[in-house]
């Protein structure tokens, strides 16, 4: 039986990339017209490490997005990162987590943790007072194909930190290979991952589909099949340790058209009907919910939202440019369309 409607307790974005002055203007709306909260990266230059910059930031997502929307903000974690200052911080309400990313592994990473047993003191701490850690999950080391870092990054990182300390509450961000998805599978009920929509749709061949293809590029970079289909049916399962997270990942035209263009997939016009899409497509409309609305929530110990969105069976083709970026699925006719919030 085809639906031709569906109401889902209203989503959170568990990951996405709102930038800041006049592309966090143009790119919050998208997000905030589906979404009721989202946890926001801190990877602007310079990156959002201490409470007051946070809160300024706070303040500028709230003046884009309009009411309505929650920004639930993450500290950027460096070699300095003071364990007192963070655990202040999350009691204080002002993080939700921290986020790390390996020195280099990705857009405005510099500043990143170049060695993580110089922050190992930082994230005892969170585990001790229960405060989520986000991780990009990818090794830097060059000797590394671009391909297997991620798979390199769980056995020389993941694996031996949950070791250590074995209470942690991780989340393996943007997951996109069968050995992530595995992992997250065969841990405990402390380790989770949010899975992006362009990981679920496309793999690595869309990047070079009749030429270079800039618009497919982000990091982690899209993987081989058999990769693209684990994750989907990780995301599909009803397991309740997958859960959304777009990655939205806003950059102007020029600069991911260039001789070096950045990594990131500006997915937040139409996520949830991506989502929506694939779940269809697997039979598997009845877990949507779960994934959208549900299990990012109760990972990070917070309330369900209490609105409710609705989406309606509807062709719609994606324009080419939005607000002068060029969207996921540009050119492309999706089926489902966000009809509005109640
Ligand atoms: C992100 C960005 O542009 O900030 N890019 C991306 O490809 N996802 C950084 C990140 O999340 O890796
Ligand atoms: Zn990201």
Redesign the pocket.
């Known amino acids: 039986m085809t639906v031709d409607t569906m109401t889902i307790r209203q989503p959170d974005d568990w ?1 996405v ?1 709102l930038r800041d002055g006049d592309m966090l203007r143009t790119v919050a709306p998208f997000t905030a017209r589906q979404f009721a909260r989202a946890i926001v ?1 801190p ?1 602007l230059v310079p990156p959002v490490t201490s409470v007051e910059a946070a809160r300024g930031y706070r303040a500028r997502i709230v003046a884009a997005a309009g009411s309505g929307f929650t920004p639930l903000m993450t500290c950027y974690l460096t070699d300095q990162t003071d364990p007192d200052a963070l655990a202040h911080g999350f009691e204080e309400g002002v993080w939700a987590a921290a986020k790390l ?1 390996p020195a280099g ?5 510099a500043s990143g943790v170049t060695d993580i047993r110089n922050i190992m003191p930082a994230l005892e701490r969170m585990q001790r007072i229960g405060m989520v850690l986000c991780v ?1 999950g990818e090794v830097t080391d060059p000797e590394v194909d671009v391909f297997d870092r991620e798979a390199v990054f769980i056995e020389r990182f993941l694996e031996p930190l949950t070791q250590v300390l074995p209470e942690f509450k991780i989340v393996f ?2 997951i996109t290979t069968a050995e992530a998805a595995q992992f997250v599978r065969d841990s405990g009920p402390q380790i989770g991952a949010t899975v ?1 929509p362009q990981h679920l749709i496309i793999n690595r061949n869309a990047l070079f589909a009749g030429g270079l293809r800039p618009h497919t ?4 970079v899209a993987k081989r099949e058999r990769h693209r289909l684990a994750v989907r049916a990780a995301a599909t399962s009803g397991s309740p340790k997958f859960f959304l997270g777009t ?1 939205s ?3 102007a035209r020029e600069a991911k058209e260039s001789s070096c263009g ?4 500006f997915n937040a016009p139409f996520a949830l009907e991506s989502y929506a899409t694939v779940f269809e497509e697997e039979g598997a409309l009845d877990r949507f919910e779960a994934f959208a609305s549900v299990n990012g929530a109760n990972f990070y110990g917070l309330p369900l939202n209490e609105g409710a969105v609705t989406l309606g069976r509807s062709e719609h083709r994606i324009d080419d440019e939005i607000a002068g970026l060029v969207p996921f699925h540009a050119g492309e006719t999706l089926k489902w369309k966000v009809a509005g919030l109640s």
């Open positions: 990951h990339h990266m990877n990313y592994a990705t857009t405005n990473s990009h961000e943007h992006t590029y982000c990091l982690p990655d990942a806003p950059h950045c990594a990131g997939i």
